[in-house]
């Protein structure tokens, strides 16, 4: 149905769908609200089974790809998620990975082609918010910049969303978080002083509380790569905490009715 609202988030790996919008697909899809994920990439530069790291011997990206996107659907059927469509372009790695120069690679795709096949979904789908990454793709992942493209240049030639959003990660909330889960020992990341996004410019807070649980059920779904998802092994008070919000940036609004500063991606819409 055209006058269906419809949210559409554009991932650019297996798992990604979990951390930044998880909480808003279980929620909005518990409201009824049509929900579709867009994954482009396959995730063949994840873990192999039994933690084989890419470029290591034995890790076959082919038995990757089947692995990740197997765990995918579970993620999505947890979250409740109604839609998944794939782009099926090949994980482009890290930066600075050998995955980078492989002309299949996402990020090496023309926009304007990738941008055509997402275009053609937002047709069909007629989503009225779409959700992805900022310019940086939040911490400067390839795949991550190219969906946030990809999702722009799709936006722009279709003018089917009402409104577009990145899912940011917030800046002084998170340097707090990391800090005091360095001093128990949880973690020995150490981001960067200009990580994440100024919470003065966030636009959006998604309570998601309810769904801090599903969150991680999602993530425990995606249990090959649990080497690097350190949530997975927090205590579940502070998993919780980190859970409870999701946070937004809203990037364009053709919504009049939209106030500045929301608690709903739907705000004017309904």
């Known amino acids: 149905m055209a006058d269906e609202l419809t949210i559409m988030a554009v991932h650019a790996h297996p798992d990604d769908e979990v951390l930044g919008t998880g909480g808003m697909f279980a929620k909005y899809a518990a409201e009824g609200i049509r929900t579709v994920l867009v994954t482009c990439t396959n995730g063949e530069q994840g873990d192999a089974p039994g933690g084989i790291k890419p470029g290591e011997p034995g890790h076959d990206p082919s038995v990757v790809r089947a692995l990740r996107l197997a765990e995918l659907k579970e993620s999505a059927a947890v979250l409740g998620i109604e839609h998944v469509e794939l782009l099926g372009y090949r994980d482009s790695g890290m930066i ?116 801090a649980q599903r969150k991680f059920e999602a993530l425990q779904a995606h249990a090959s790569q649990g080497d690097s998802v350190p949530f997975l092994r927090m205590p579940a008070e502070i998993r919780n905490a980190m859970f409870a919000t999701e946070t937004y940036v809203r990037h364009y609004n053709r919504i009049t009715s939209a106030p500045a500063q929301e608690t709903d991606l739907f705000a004017g819409l309904r």
Do not use: C
Not at 117 to 128: I, S, T, W
Not at 131 to 150: F, K, L, S
Not at 169 to 195: H, N, V
């Open 96 to 211: 600075g990975w050998d995955a980078n120069q492989d002309p299949e690679a996402f990020w090496n795709t023309p926009v304007e082609q990738a941008a055509e096949r997402l275009a053609e979904l937002l047709r069909q789908y007629r989503p009225h918010v779409v959700v992805t990454y900022d310019e940086n793709g939040n911490y400067g992942h390839p795949d991550h910049i190219q969906a946030n493209r990809i999702t722009l240049a799709a936006a722009a030639a279709t003018e089917i969303p009402d409104k577009l959003y990145y899912a940011v990660i917030p800046r002084e909330r998170s340097l707090e978080m990391f800090k005091t889960l360095r001093a128990q020992g949880l973690i020995d990341f150490e981001p960067p002083e200009d990580f994440g996004t100024p919470e003065e410019q966030i636009t959006t807070l998604l309570d998601v509380a309810p769904f």
